[in-house]
């Protein structure tokens, strides 16, 4: 993927909203700098708005968000709102946590590249 980009694979991460359990995200950011990807996470309990401004900076190549509070519906649908109004629209946008099914097709249908939860450790 890097020779294609001619980069390293940007990934930046956010843990938006009140949830405090990091945990998750960070094994996710040192895997995936082990694996030779460059990481932005900016840590926990970040607004939608934080995010986006990071990305705007940053400028990943995909966003991965992790939400375990149950808000991912009002949060992806801000940030994915603030994402486009930001002309970043086209930026895949992973998500995980703890989703259920119908909100993991809702989450789809709102534009998120993938859901991500415990069932998909693998």
Do not use: W
Request: charged share 20%; hydrophobic share 40%.
């Amino acid at each position: 993927m890097a020779t294609k980009l001619g980069h390293p694979l940007r990934l930046l991460l956010g843990k938006p909203g009140l949830d405090g359990h990091s945990n998750g995200a960070e094994q996710i950011a040192a895997r995936a700098r082990d694996c030779g990807m460059e990481i932005t996470y900016d840590g926990i309990r970040l607004t939608p708005a934080e995010i986006v401004a990071a990305v705007v900076e940053k400028q990943p190549d995909i966003i991965g968000l992790s939400i375990l509070s149950g808000s991912h519906l009002p949060l992806i649908r801000e940030t994915l709102d603030l994402l486009h109004k930001a002309g970043l629209s086209r930026t895949p946008l992973v998500v995980g946590g703890i989703i259920p099914d119908d909100d993991a097709k809702t989450l789809t249908a709102m534009g998120v590249a993938k859901v991500y939860t415990p069932k998909d450790f693998q």
